[in-house]
């Protein structure tokens, strides 16, 4: 089937060279798009929308009613940039017959590497080590200057072990992790079968984990769901790291754990907000590594993702199946 005539396309921000390509091809789309390094403010990308047929957009977009009602009738097809979709109103978007194209997959192995050198860094306290050799605290050997804790012989808890926690899991095995276990909404006995990975309630897992990696989406089921309650459980030696969504912890009850010395250290690739402000108390912890979000960010993935987001967006307005689409 044949494009319309002109069909309006909104990007909200640069993209890889991969995805541009593709839409260059695009005779029949008029794009558009935000061009700045910065975020779109809201106000223009609720005016950049006004009439659009298909909308490419990222993570930090909010997609919420105003802003359907403000891209009106033409609307029928969103892609995003991004695997997660908790910025997108889903029930509003369904309401309106508007389809949902997402990038699954292409980034699971970049960010199960990122999940696995968060872990090292954190667990082996590099970021204060080096910062040790800069200011001058590195004089002497000390037998326990500086000491962290190693995964030989460890008990690694997983969070939502779907194909990033695998990904992580497979990576971690070689280390000589010597028992996985997992939670998450059900038992997943295939994919478990190559860690013998251990389904257990969150509380044993918290319990029983000498580091712990959360990988689940954000639900309202996992929104909070490593609380106060949830680190009182873990070990005063056990390290906490999460690459999935900032909301699925509560940053408040993190910190009173890490400064109290309930856990031991923390890595985060996510958190809320983001960006996190530089006053954050959390940013003052030598035992809190934050990175900024960067779990797919390699030269290699966000061309894919940029692939698939823009070959998701033209397959939606040409009403032909998505590469990857999400069932609403």
């Not at 040790?132 to 969070?159: A, D, F, H, R």
């Not at 028992?179 to 079968?193: D, I, K, N, S």
């Not at 993935?301 to 692939?307: A, D, F, I, P, V």
Request: net charge neutral.
């Amino acid at each position: 089937m044949k494009l319309a005539r002109v069909m309006k396309v909104f990007i909200t921000g640069s993209l890889p060279a991969e995805g541009r390509a593709v839409l260059a091809k695009a005779a029949d789309c008029e794009v558009e798009q935000w061009n700045l390094d910065e975020p779109i403010p809201r106000e223009e990308l609720e005016r950049s929308v006004v009439g659009a047929h298909g909308l490419l957009c990222r993570l930090s977009d909010r997609v919420d009613k105003k802003l359907l009602d403000a891209a009106g009738a033409n609307l029928k097809v969103i892609s995003t940039f991004s695997v997660g979709v908790d910025h997108l109103a889903l029930d509003e978007i369904k309401k309106r017959g508007i389809r949902v194209g997402y990038t699954p997959g292409v980034l699971t192995d970049a960010t199960a590497e990122l999940a696995v050198s968060l872990l090292l860094t954190t667990s082996r306290r590099l970021p204060e080590a080096i910062e040790e050799v800069k200011n001058g605290g590195w004089s002497t050997w000390s037998p326990l200057w500086m000491c962290g804790y190693g995964l030989s012989q460890s008990t690694v808890g997983i969070v939502g072990l779907g194909r990033i926690g695998q990904a992580i899991a497979r990576r971690l095995k070689p280390f000589g992790v010597q028992r996985f276990l997992y939670t998450g909404r059900q038992p997943r006995p295939q994919e478990a079968a190559e860690f013998q990975a251990e389904f257990v309630p969150i509380a044993q897992l918290a319990a029983e984990s000498d580091f712990i990696v959360v990988a689940c989406s954000l639900t309202p089921d996992t929104r909070g769901l490593c609380n106060k309650d949830f680190f009182q459980k873990m070990k005063n030696t056990a390290v906490f790291i999460n690459i999935s969504r900032g909301d699925v912890v509560n940053q408040d009850d993190l910190y009173q754990a890490l400064t109290s010395g309930q856990i031991a250290a923390a890595g985060l690739d996510v958190t809320t907000p983001e960006p996190l402000p530089p006053s954050h108390p959390l940013l003052t912890l030598k035992n809190c590594v934050i990175l900024p979000h960067i779990g797919s960010a390699t030269y290699k993935t966000r061309n894919t993702m940029s692939l698939l987001a823009a070959n998701n967006l033209l397959a939606g307005l040409r009403g032909e199946p998505m590469p990857s689409e999400l069932k609403l």
